[in-house]
C-alpha cells in the first residue's frame, strides 16, 4: 500500500530536505555526494531543498538526541502532507554507538515516523541511491530477516539408559550416531 | 575574447565526457577489503558470545532460554560494521560480506537470529575449561539480554532456574 502511495505521490519527483539532529557529519557527507554529478539523483528528480516546507522527503542523519529532538519534531511538521521521512545512517535507524548514552534519546523513530532505513555507518553512496530507489519502485529490496534454528542436539547425548550389556562388553546403543 | 573563452570551455566540457555512474540499472563493484553486512553462519557458531561482548554499539544480544538453548541475535539496525565481531570469533563463524544494498522498509528486515545447542558436559551440564584469551573477554555465565526492547543487559548468572529442556541429566548447581 505504502508502495502505491509513494509510486502515485511521489512518482515524479523528490524534493529532499537534510536534516541532521545530532550526526557526526559522514552521513551528510554521504548525502552530499549523492547530489554531484558523479552519483547525479537529478536523472531521477531527486532535488536537495533549504527548507522544509518545500520538501516532500526528509532524510534524517544521526540520533535523536534530547537537545534536538523538539526541532526535528518541528521540521517534520512544517513538511507538507504527503511526506516521508528516510533513516539515514545507524545512528538515524537504531541509535547506532550512541544508543544508551545520556544526551541520546535513541533513533529518529522515536520523535518522527521512518518510511525507509538505509543502515550503515555511512553509508554509501551507492546504498542511498538504492534505498531511494527502494522508496520509489525502481528496485525490489534484497534484505530478508533470517532465522536460523537447529531442531535436535548435533552430538547425541550419552546416557546411562542407552548403555546395555552384550556378553563382556557394554554397548553404547547411539555410538553408531557420533 | 569573450568568444574564444567560450570556445574553450567547450573543448574542455566535450573531452570531459560523461562521468555519472548508471548505478540502479547497473550494479558497481566494492573495492577490496569492504566491510558490509555481516553474514552469520550458523553451522560454525559455538556460542560463545564473543562477538556479543565485543559489540561496541551491544546490537548482538544473548538469551539463554535454558541449560541447552542460547539465542544469539543480531539486529543490523545499529551495526557499524567495524568488523570487530568477525576479528574475534574463533570459528570464523562471521564473514563481512560485500552486501551494502539493504535499503529497506522494515527495521526488522535486518536482523538475524541462531537458536543454537549448547553442548553442555555430559556429567554436571556445564564445565568450562581453563579461560583462553578470547574467554577473558567475555561476560560468564548465562546471560538475559532484553530482546523484546532489543537492549543490552549487564547481567548474568552462573545457573538458571527452571527445568532443563532434556532431562536425562540432573544438574548439580554450586
Redesign the interface.
Same mark, same amino acid.
Given at each position: 500500500m505504502?508502495k502505491n502511495l509513494c509510486q502515485k505521490m511521489f512518482g515524479r519527483s523528490l524534493w529532499v530536505y537534510h536534516a541532521n539532529s545530532g550526526g557526526c557529519n559522514g552521513c551528510d557527507i554521504e548525502v552530499l555526494t549523492v547530489l554531484t =554529478?558523479?552519483? $547525479?539523483v537529478e *536523472?531521477f528528480g531527486i532535488k536537495l531543498v533549504g527548507s522544509p516546507r518545500h520538501a516532500d522527503v526528509m532524510l534524517c542523519q544521526g540520533p535523536a538526541m534530547h537537545s534536538t529532538a523538539k526541532a526535528l519534531r518541528r521540521a517534520y511538521e512544517a513538511m507538507p502532507s504527503p511526506k516521508l521521512v528516510f533513516a539515514i545512517g545507524? %545512528?538515524a %535507524?537504531?541509535?547506532?554507538?550512541w +544508543? $544508551?548514552s545520556y544526551s541520546v534519546m535513541g /533513533?529518529v523513530?522515536k520523535v518522527v515516523p521512518v518510511?525507509?532505513?538505509? &543502515?550503515? %555507518?555511512p /553509508? *554509501?553512496p551507492?546504498?542511498?541511491?538504492?534505498? #531511494?530507489? #527502494?522508496?520509489v519502485g525502481? #528496485?525490489d !529490496? !534484497?534484505?530478508? &530477516? #533470517?532465522?536460523? !534454528?537447529?531442531l535436535?542436539? =548435533?552430538?547425541p *547425548?550419552? +546416557?546411562p539408559?542407552d548403555l546395555r550389556g552384550e556378553g563382556e562388553l557394554v554397548v553404547y546403543e547411539k555410538v553408531e550416531k557420533i | 575574447m569573450s568568444l574564444l573563452s567560450k570556445l574553450k570551455e567547450t573543448l574542455v566540457c566535450l573531452k570531459a565526457g560523461r562521468v555519472t555512474l548508471p548505478y540502479p540499472a547497473r550494479s558497481r563493484p566494492v573495492p577490496p577489503n569492504f566491510r558490509g553486512r555481516p553474514i552469520f553462519d550458523a553451522a560454525k557458531c559455538i556460542g560463545c558470545a564473543g562477538c556479543a561482548n565485543n559489540c561496541p554499539a551491544h546490537e548482538i544480544l544473548v538469551f539463554d532460554v535454558c541449560q541447552e538453548v542460547r539465542i544469539l541475535k543480531y539486529l543490523g539496525r545499529r551495526c557499524t560494521y567495524c568488523g570487530r565481531c568477525a576479528d574475534v570469533c574463533p570459528e570464523k563463524a562471521i564473514t563481512m560480506s560485500l552486501e551494502f544494498e539493504t535499503g529497506t522498509d522494515r527495521i526488522g528486515d535486518l536482523q538475524q537470529r541462531l537458536d543454537l545447542f549448547m553442548s553442555t558436559c555430559q556429567r554436571c551440564g556445564r564445565c568450562f575449561k581453563e579461560p583462553s584469551l578470547l574467554e577473558q573477554l567475555q561476560q560468564k555465565g548465562y546471560r538475559f539480554d532484553d530482546l523484546q526492547n532489543e537492549r543490552w543487559v549487564f547481567r548474568s548468572q552462573s545457573y538458571l532456574e527452571g527445568e532443563p529442556a532434556a532431562d536425562d541429566i540432573t544438574i548439580e548447581l554450586d
Amino acid at each position: 500500500m505504502l508502495k502505491n502511495l509513494c509510486q502515485k505521490m511521489f512518482g515524479r519527483s523528490l524534493w529532499v530536505y537534510h536534516a541532521n539532529s545530532g550526526g557526526c557529519n559522514g552521513c551528510d557527507i554521504e548525502v552530499l555526494t549523492v547530489l554531484t =554529478p558523479y552519483y $547525479d539523483v537529478e *536523472r531521477f528528480g531527486i532535488k536537495l531543498v533549504g527548507s522544509p516546507r518545500h520538501a516532500d522527503v526528509m532524510l534524517c542523519q544521526g540520533p535523536a538526541m534530547h537537545s534536538t529532538a523538539k526541532a526535528l519534531r518541528r521540521a517534520y511538521e512544517a513538511m507538507p502532507s504527503p511526506k516521508l521521512v528516510f533513516a539515514i545512517g545507524s %545512528c538515524a %535507524c537504531g541509535g547506532g554507538i550512541w +544508543h $544508551d548514552s545520556y544526551s541520546v534519546m535513541g /533513533p529518529v523513530e522515536k520523535v518522527v515516523p521512518v518510511n525507509f532505513y538505509i &543502515p550503515g %555507518c555511512p /553509508p *554509501r553512496p551507492e546504498a542511498i541511491i538504492y534505498g #531511494v530507489a #527502494v522508496a520509489v519502485g525502481l #528496485v525490489d !529490496k !534484497k534484505t530478508a &530477516p #533470517v532465522q536460523f !534454528k537447529q531442531l535436535a542436539l =548435533p552430538i547425541p *547425548r550419552y +546416557h546411562p539408559g542407552d548403555l546395555r550389556g552384550e556378553g563382556e562388553l557394554v554397548v553404547y546403543e547411539k555410538v553408531e550416531k557420533i | 575574447m569573450s568568444l574564444l573563452s567560450k570556445l574553450k570551455e567547450t573543448l574542455v566540457c566535450l573531452k570531459a565526457g560523461r562521468v555519472t555512474l548508471p548505478y540502479p540499472a547497473r550494479s558497481r563493484p566494492v573495492p577490496p577489503n569492504f566491510r558490509g553486512r555481516p553474514i552469520f553462519d550458523a553451522a560454525k557458531c559455538i556460542g560463545c558470545a564473543g562477538c556479543a561482548n565485543n559489540c561496541p554499539a551491544h546490537e548482538i544480544l544473548v538469551f539463554d532460554v535454558c541449560q541447552e538453548v542460547r539465542i544469539l541475535k543480531y539486529l543490523g539496525r545499529r551495526c557499524t560494521y567495524c568488523g570487530r565481531c568477525a576479528d574475534v570469533c574463533p570459528e570464523k563463524a562471521i564473514t563481512m560480506s560485500l552486501e551494502f544494498e539493504t535499503g529497506t522498509d522494515r527495521i526488522g528486515d535486518l536482523q538475524q537470529r541462531l537458536d543454537l545447542f549448547m553442548s553442555t558436559c555430559q556429567r554436571c551440564g556445564r564445565c568450562f575449561k581453563e579461560p583462553s584469551l578470547l574467554e577473558q573477554l567475555q561476560q560468564k555465565g548465562y546471560r538475559f539480554d532484553d530482546l523484546q526492547n532489543e537492549r543490552w543487559v549487564f547481567r548474568s548468572q552462573s545457573y538458571l532456574e527452571g527445568e532443563p529442556a532434556a532431562d536425562d541429566i540432573t544438574i548439580e548447581l554450586d
